[in-house]
């Protein structure tokens, strides 16, 4: 996972308020965000945890949107940032969403030896996303080099 363009809809928010997050996925699906956003790179969506207050207990920022070719044309509404994540570690969280992501995600802040960057995270979301039971998800979290 290298440095890319997002366009998406964002919140500031923490990760004690499910309601914002769940909120921002309800607008991403209820609003057809796909249909929105010019110069799509592919199908794959991603959410992108950014502009962290502190760790993973502080404030941050999340975007749902896609990789773009250009920031050139971003619609009303919508958001367009460069993201850079630099190095990173990947995780694969299989089964039933969102409970399988859920668990990722509890295991990443549970996790004592990552030496997380809080520069910018990512979850992308590709065709396996939608197979159900069998779903995949792919997170990448940045660390400090």
Do not use: C
Request: aromatic share 12%; glycine share 6%; hydrophobic share 35%.
């Amino acid at each position: 996972m290298n440095d890319f363009k997002i366009i998406g809809i964002s919140t500031e928010t923490t990760n004690e308020s499910m309601v914002d997050i769940e909120t921002l996925w309800g607008r991403f699906w209820g609003e057809n965000i796909t249909d929105k956003i010019p110069n799509k790179v592919s199908d794959e969506f991603y959410a992108v945890y950014t502009d962290y207050e502190s760790d993973y207990t502080g404030k941050y920022t999340l975007i749902i949107g896609f990789p773009v070719t250009t920031l050139d044309n971003i619609p009303d509404d919508l958001v367009g940032r460069n993201v850079s994540i630099g190095s990173n570690v990947k995780y694969t969280s299989k089964g039933k969403m969102p409970e399988a992501i859920l668990k990722t995600w509890t295991e990443i802040w549970q996790d004592t030896e990552l030496k997380r960057a809080y520069r910018a995270d990512v979850t992308v979301h590709g065709q396996k996303y939608f197979d159900g039971d069998n779903a995949e998800i792919e997170t990448y979290i940045s660390i400090i080099d």
